[in-house]
T-cell receptor, first 111, second 114 residues
Framework: GESVGLHLPTLSVQEGDNSIINCAYS??????FIWYKQESGKGPQFIID?????DKRQGQRVTVLLNKTVKHLSLQIAATQPGDSAVYFC??????????FGAGTTVTVRA | KAGVTQTPRYLIKTRGQQVTLSCSPI?????VSWYQQTPGQGLQFLFE???????NKGNFPGRFSGRQFSNSRSEMNVSTLELGDSALYLC?????????????FGEGSRLTVL
């Protein structure tokens, strides 16, 4: 995997490798977290979400990890594919009907 | 099931004009949110509506307004346009009533202010 720990605005990954995208959230009261993928010219698309009473959740090829102690969220993508090239956003919510989005990480998959 | 539909997809306005953007949520979704996306500020929350009531509003000037109709369709309006209002305006709908959950986004309305 690559880029553990720090949020990076860009991430270049070899096809077939695992990717790790990091996100630091700001509000310790946030109880819901979500990852979105946005491809060029499209709206954000849901990837996976997690509530604050969990620290890990798995989906198809994706895993989200939540560390509330250091207010850190990460998205792991297994066996990265060319179709995974996109901008990835994390977002948090405190049950106030809105999501607060992070700055985004642009993932480029190298063939 | 059809996704979130936003119209128009692209529009160009000049400073001082006003604009109205429309959003049709996924059938059965009663919550509609609006977000502004710019390269500099990222995705910023504008407002959220549920059953025609605004439940939350972001930190935008009063020139930005919205409403929701009884059929859950929503519109947002920006008056006295400024160059900085150029952005992608995203609408999202949700089936969730009580808690924030997954939002389903449309493809956005790209506004250019000249």
């Amino acid at each position: 995997g690559e880029s553990v720990g720090l949020h990076l605005p860009t991430l270049s990954v070899q096809e077939g490798d695992n990717s790790i995208i990091n996100c630091a959230y700001s509000n310790s009261a946030s109880d819901y977290f979500i990852w979105y993928k946005q491809e060029s010219g499209k709206g954000p698309q849901f990837i996976i979400d997690i509530r604050s009473n969990m620290d890990k959740r798995q989906g198809q090829r994706v895993t989200v990890l939540l560390n509330k102690t250091v207010k850190h969220l990460s998205l792991q993508i297994a066996a990265t594919q060319p179709g995974d090239s996109a901008v990835y956003f994390c977002a948090e919510s405190v049950n106030d009907y809105k999501l607060s989005f992070g700055a985004g990480t642009t993932v480029t998959v190298r063939a | 099931k059809a996704g979130v539909t936003q119209t128009p997809r692209y529009l160009i306005k000049t400073r001082g004009q006003q604009v109205t953007l429309s959003c049709s949520p996924i059938s059965g979704h009663r919550s509609v949110s609006w977000y502004q996306q710019t390269p500099g500020q990222g995705l910023q929350f504008l407002f959220e509506y549920f059953s025609e009531t605004q439940r939350n509003k972001g930190n935008f000037p009063g020139r930005f307004s919205g409403r929701q109709f009884s059929n859950s369709r929503s519109e947002m309006n920006v008056s006295t346009l400024e160059l900085g209002d150029s952005a992608l305006y995203l609408c999202a709908s949700s089936p969730h009533r009580e808690n924030t959950g997954e939002l389903f986004f449309g493809e956005g309305s790209r506004l250019t202010v000249l």
